[in-house]
């Protein structure tokens, strides 16, 4: 098999360009949003057992086992901005001419 012939493999259905996106959001979803659920929860509901580290321990066992209230949280960002992109495509779209 000469180098033109190997197969590559298949590919994923995201365009080139969304990777980064999808990148961008999952890293908000797993850094940024559970220190604001954290900040939120002490400014309601008060402090949490072990502090804002706890928090980031819970929030990533809860990750390793597959909870699927921790995987909304990071994929979250990014399904509210891709709802937001298609609202967008919705509602700019212009009707045929007559």
Do not use: C, I, N
């Not at 365009?15 to 604001?36: I, M």
């Not at 659920?37 to 819970?58: K, Q």
């Not at 990014?78 to 045929?96: E, Q, T």
Request: charged share 10%; proline share 10%; no cysteine.
């Amino acid at each position: 098999m000469t180098a033109k012939q190997v197969k590559t493999g298949p590919r994923l259905p995201l365009p080139r360009g969304e990777w980064r996106w999808v990148a961008v959001f999952a890293a908000g979803g797993v850094l940024v949003l559970p220190t604001l659920v954290y900040l939120a929860g002490l400014a309601t509901l008060g402090p949490y057992d072990g502090g804002l580290l706890a928090f980031w321990g819970s929030f990533y066992l809860a990750l390793s086992t597959l909870k699927p209230t921790a995987w909304l949280l990071v994929t979250g960002p990014y399904g509210l901005f891709w709802l937001l992109r298609l609202a967008r495509r919705a509602l700019s779209h212009k009707p045929p001419l007559p």
